[in-house]
T-cell receptor, first 115, second 113 residues
Framework: EAQVTQNPRYLITVTGKKLTVTCSQN?????MSWYRQDPGLGLRQIYY???????DKGDVPEGYKVSRKEKRNFPLILESPSPNQTSLYFC??????????????FGDGTRLSIL | DQQVKQNSPSLSVQEGRISILNCDYT??????FLWYKKYPAEGPTFLIS?????DKNEDGRFTVFLNKSAKHLSLHIVPSQPGDSAVYFC????????????FGAGTRLFVKA
């Protein structure tokens, strides 16, 4: 089954404790992306990757890091989480090299609470 | 400054009637638009898209209309069904300045049986 898998689905943690949210896709997609969803703001893009070793900032990259060492994986790293990063996070992937111009497949989300 | 705006947070329609969801954008460089549907506790799923070279795209009960001069697009669902109750996101991308995707805030659609 074609899917984007995020882990964990839920996490409650404390300010400053480094965390990583993993994302893996089994569709051999070139493009992967991370979004956060906040009430009234919709989905905002954090980082995206056009292919292995190619990443770029989205609209809200501050406080986040990503890496793309393998085509299937695109982890999101919060080096020093803060309460304003409490949000619902989605990973997505799509085929081709034209980013959001192809329909993206989304994971089911990761709800992060930073206390 | 939101480049993609969905000004109606919610919309309620009767089953069998038409649902019209609206989306406005400000960036004239956007040339590809997509609609996604989201159910609770799930990720968004792609619904329909339109390129700026067209003004209409249809897929079954779903039709998207694009008015470039007004920087406005709309999603029509006919006939509406209770299973269409979800949050709908409008998204836009440009062919320049990277490959970001900009989403609107979403519109929650309620279809009453």
């Amino acid at each position: 089954e074609a899917q984007v898998t995020q882990n964990p689905r839920y996490l409650i943690t404390v300010t400053g404790k480094k965390l990583t949210v993993t994302c893996s896709q089994n569709m051999n997609h070139e493009y992967m992306s991370w979004y956060r969803q906040d009430p009234g703001l919709g989905l905002r893009q954090i980082y995206y990757s056009m292919n292995v070793e190619v990443t770029d900032k989205g609209d809200v990259p501050e406080g986040y890091k990503v890496s793309r060492k393998e085509k299937r994986n695109f982890p999101l790293i919060l080096e020093s989480p803060s309460p304003n990063q409490t949000s619902l996070y989605f990973c997505a992937s799509s085929r081709g090299g034209t980013g959001g111009r192809k329909p993206q497949h989304f994971g089911d989300g990761t709800r992060l609470s930073i206390l | 400054d939101q480049q993609v705006k969905q000004n109606s947070p919610s919309l309620s329609v009767q089953e069998g009637r038409i649902s019209i969801l609206n989306c406005d954008y400000t960036n004239s460089m956007f040339d590809y638009f997509l609609w996604y549907k989201k159910y609770p506790a799930e990720g968004p799923t792609f619904l329909i898209s339109i390129s700026s070279i067209k003004d209409k795209n249809e897929d079954g009960r779903f039709t998207v209309f694009l008015n470039k001069s007004a920087k406005h697009l709309s999603l029509h669902i006919v006939p509406s069904q209770p299973g269409d109750s979800a949050v709908y996101f409008c998204a836009a991308s440009a062919n320049t300045g990277g490959f970001k995707t900009i989403f609107g805030a979403g519109t929650r659609l309620f279809v009453k049986a």
